[in-house]
């Protein structure tokens, strides 16, 4: 639909310029694609419908909050500005706490924050006072992202555009230190609803050249010591 209403306000496309090529030419960072697979809790069942199930295998699984944790606190060690993007508030302010209490300096940016604020925070991760923040749909576009190291897609949900502009934030070319870019994608495919979402965001993924070779074996972890630690 997105694509129709900009065919009708400008015309076809005329040239197409894959993400391989501009990968291949250093203007957009390498991506390595990690999914994780949380445990579930006790509560949730493979056929819990989606709201409950989201419930239960995002916002409120401590499982999945550890794998979280755990990656941030490896690209904060090598001072990797670490994007956790996620679908809502509420999850987005548990995962502030968790990361509060594990001694990483993060800030959520929400969309009630003025251009200001989003600036001056966005300003401290590039100095390097913050190890990473957190946002909804508000960073999906219009706010100008400094270049991430690590990209935590938290929110799950299966919609390619969102996806996309989603992972494009990580792939600003780096200035200093290897060109790329560690994009985790994280879910808990023991409910069959949040398989089904993580399978298609995997396929997009997998169906985009310049992204596909970039996906690491189920159980391999990101190349962290292509960083020193700091």
Request: with cysteine.
């Amino acid at each position: 639909e997105d694509n129709m209403r900009l065919m009708a306000a400008f015309g076809p496309v005329l040239i197409d310029i894959p993400e391989s090529l501009l990968i291949d030419r250093g203007i957009l960072a390498k991506p390595y694609f990690k999914y994780r697979d949380a445990s579930a809790g006790p509560r949730l069942h493979r056929t819990s419908p989606f709201e409950r199930a989201y419930k239960l295998g995002y916002t409120e699984n401590p499982h999945m909050h550890a794998d979280l944790i755990g990656d941030a606190r490896n690209a904060s060690r090598r001072k990797l500005p670490v994007l956790t993007l996620v679908a809502r508030k509420k999850h987005g302010d548990m995962i502030l706490k968790l990361y509060k209490e594990a001694q990483l300096r993060f800030v959520f940016l929400k969309g009630e924050d003025d251009m200001a604020a989003r600036r001056k925070q966005l300003d401290a991760l590039i100095a390097g006072e913050l190890d990473g923040v957190i946002g909804t749909t508000i960073l999906d576009v219009g706010v100008d992202v400094p270049a991430i190291g690590l990209v935590q897609l938290a929110g799950g949900m299966k919609a390619e555009v969102a996806l996309r502009q989603r992972i494009g934030r990580g792939l600003r070319a780096k200035k200093t230190g290897p060109n790329i870019t560690f994009i985790a994608d994280y879910s808990c495919n023991f409910n069959q609803t949040l398989k089904d979402h993580a399978r298609q965001r995997e396929n997009i993924v997998r169906q985009t050249p310049g992204f596909v070779e970039g996906i690491l074996p189920e159980g391999q972890d990101f190349p962290w010591d292509s960083f020193p630690l700091k």
